[in-house]
């Protein structure tokens, strides 16, 4: 167990919908990433925030957002989905920003757009 | 981006020493060269990074050459559960994409 928890554990939704995707880091780590795992594409990053803020940006799609609250748990907003948005998103936590910090990822939410 | 290579597949058996190799010829000087395991139906799991000089602990050991453009990782005793797909990457929260690692079988 990572210590980093993501609800839903599965979404099925249908095209052009919208979901949200919870993502709560590690106690004391104040920085949060996501992940999207397609099986043609591999594990891409798509966002990082740092303590609130929008630190790094990754091929994310202008249909999707994201953001960090107060109490650090991160939130990943898709909207008009699509057939090919289908995925394993995962969220991942350090302690902190820069390279020397390890990420703890969180089990996933599988998104299945029909 | 800095960009790493590693073989697709490798096998290996139980209670045997395992060296996953990585290519990382584009490597800078402030790049660290971490490792990430991701067993199957599970979120990628952190192994151990380092800069320059070798790094143990008690997952792995990680052994980087001299001129930084290559690394191997070191499974002193392979068990069951080391397999997965193990993917070496530098700046991780930047970079693109993780890759498609290298996906380690143990046979029993």
């Known amino acids: 167990d990572s210590g980093v928890t993501q609800t839903p554990k599965h979404l099925i939704t249908a095209t052009g919908q919208r979901v949200t995707l919870r993502c709560s880091p590690r106690?004391?780590?104040?920085?949060v990433y996501w992940y999207q795992q397609s099986l043609d594409q591999g594990l891409q990053f798509l966002i990082q925030y740092y303590n609130g803020e929008e630190r790094a940006k990754g091929n994310i799609l202008e249909r999707f957002s994201a953001q960090q609250f107060p109490d650090l748990h991160s939130e990943l907003n898709l909207s008009s989905l699509e057939l090919g948005d289908s995925a394993l998103y995962f969220c991942a936590s350090s302690v902190a920003m820069g390279d020397t910090y390890e990420q703890y990822f969180g089990p996933g939410t599988r998104l299945t757009v029909t | 981006d800095a960009k790493t290579t590693q073989p697709n597949s490798m096998e290996s058996n139980e209670e045997e020493p395992v060296h996953l190799p990585c290519n990382h010829s584009t490597i800078s000087g402030t790049d660290y060269i971490h490792w990430y395991r991701q067993l199957p139906s599970q979120g990628p799991e952190y192994v151990i990074h380092?800069?320059?000089s070798n790094v143990n602990n008690r997952m792995a050991s990680l052994a980087i050459a001299e001129d930084r453009k290559s690394s191997t990782l070191i499974l002193h005793r392979a068990t069951l559960r080391d397999a997965a797909v193990y993917y070496c990457i530098l700046r991780p929260f930047r970079d693109m994409r993780f890759g498609a690692g290298t996906r380690l079988t143990v046979k029993p």
């Open positions: 380092g800069l320059t």
């Open positions: 106690s004391g780590d104040l920085s």
